[in-house]
């Protein structure tokens, strides 16, 4: 039995989609083994995530993963790097060194971008490979390795093979098994949640009050292409969190991003025409309408019973109001039901009609400026209103005396 949500947890996987799944599905097969294994994808998919997923799960997860990008080594000093070298091999080389292989072994060896491997290394690491076997440059005893090799590349190695800059052998041997990274246009609808998941986090870490995106901002996201895939889009996110700090993020706050980075670059544009499109984005403003209900049930269930809920759960950067508990994945027609037959419902029924709308603001922003100790710019950002309204509503109520503006 593979346990997705464990391997979803595993890497922070992102995604609903059938792409998705079926990745997720093809890491649980093959994790546990000590096959080589070869991802694919355009930039900014999720090589990465994959690589660390498939490690994660498997026997060497408590072992080290190294990751060696081998497009940054150059090619003059690549042996050396991956299998060491001994002392005096070679100008510079006084002392001798320990390679990755040598480092990374009962663990995992990640090679990402291989297809910039040079011919003659790729030799030296399809031997690794099939008899877990390398030599030193400039040695001659043969050392043993216990290492699983995991290699990504986002070019197409079928190409490079026939253009004799990859070779064919080692193409056959990763090949076998191949875990092929969705770009992100290919499961499109996952991008709420990719963005629900950036944007909450960056606020979060930032301290930005976030307000959320609106649907026709969604829309204008959704059609662009986004060749820079997952990458682009988490970039895109925090831009226009930073940006339009505090804001809500409109369509024209997008096109003006979008177009600085990519639009001019990019002309032709694919609009992706999908049925499920209207549907996902009802599903997704009804989402957050629905996290908004909670919100308000929480305060006032703050101020009638006073059962445990923080000040601080209603600050708009706290992304325990915008997430479910522990997963990002809420099934909306299930927490829609939920509101439907009451279940979510914080006031107790013996206390409706005993309290005023007015007694429970009131008491509300009481204990929001003492919990902030009487600073009224920290109190109405929790709570969401302009400072002047809060002025206007200290004196309204009376409130003042109490607490000192600080
Ligand atoms: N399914 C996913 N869930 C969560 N985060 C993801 C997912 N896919 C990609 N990301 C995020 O997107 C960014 C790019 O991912 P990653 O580095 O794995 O891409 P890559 O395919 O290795 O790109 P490159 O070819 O440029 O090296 C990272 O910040 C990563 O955390
Ligand atoms: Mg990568």
Redesign the pocket.
């Known amino acids: 039995m593979i346990d997705i949500d464990k391997i979803r947890r595993s890497a922070?996987?992102?995604?609903e989609s059938e792409e998705?799944h079926e990745m997720m599905a093809l890491i649980g097969q093959v994790a546990n083994t000590d096959i080589s294994v070869l991802i694919t994808?355009?930039?900014?998919?999720?090589?990465?995530?994959?690589a660390k997923a498939i490690h994660k799960n498997s026997r060497r997860k408590f072992e080290k993963m190294i990751t060696v990008n081998c497009a940054a080594i150059p090619s003059g000093i690549i042996e050396s790097e991956l299998f060491g070298h001994k002392k005096g091999s070679f100008t510079g080389a006084s002392e001798a060194r320990a390679g990755y292989f040598e480092a990374a072994h009962k663990g995992t060896m990640f090679l990402?971008?291989i297809g910039e491997l040079p011919l003659e290394t790729q030799a030296k690491l399809l031997r690794v490979i099939e008899q877990g076997e390398f030599m030193k440059v400039g040695d001659t005893n043969i050392m043993k390795t216990d290492v699983r090799i995991i290699a990504?590349t986002?070019r197409i190695l079928s190409e490079e093979v026939k253009k004799s800059n990859f070779r064919q052998d080692l193409y056959f041997r990763l090949k076998t098994i191949n875990i092929h990274?969705p770009p992100l246009r290919e499961h499109i609808n996952d991008m709420y949640l990719?963005i629900e998941r950036f944007a909450l986090l960056f606020t979060a870490k930032n301290d930005i009050p976030f307000k959320g995106f609106s649907s026709e901002a969604l829309t204008v996201m959704k059609r662009y292409a986004w060749p820079g895939?997952?990458?682009e889009l988490?970039n895109a996110v925090e831009s226009l969190l930073v940006m339009n700090r505090g804001e809500r993020i409109t369509d024209e706050m997008v096109t003006n991003q979008l177009k600085l980075d990519t639009y001019q670059t990019n002309p032709n544009l694919p609009v992706f025409v999908d049925a499920d499109a209207d549907k996902v984005e009802r599903e997704l403003i009804l989402k957050q309408l629905l996290f908004l209900r909670q919100d308000v049930n929480e305060i006032k269930q703050l101020m009638v019973g006073g059962r445990g809920v923080s000040v601080e759960a209603v600050q708009p950067s706290n992304p325990a109001l915008f997430l479910p508990p522990a997963t990002t994945t809420a099934n909306i027609p299930d927490s829609l039901a939920q509101v439907e037959d009451g279940t979510l419902h914080a006031i107790q029924d013996d206390v409706i009609g005993e309290i005023t709308m007015s007694e429970l603001e009131q008491e509300m922003i009481e204990r929001a400026l003492e919990k902030f100790r009487g600073n009224r710019r920290k109190t109405a950002r929790a709570l969401d209103i302009s400072e002047r309204t809060l002025y206007r509503k200290i004196n309204d109520y009376g409130i003042q005396k109490k607490f000192k503006d600080s």
């Open positions: 922070d996987i992102i995604g998705i994808g355009e930039s900014g998919a999720g090589k990465e995530v994959v990402d971008e990504a986002n990274v990719f895939n997952v990458r988490k």
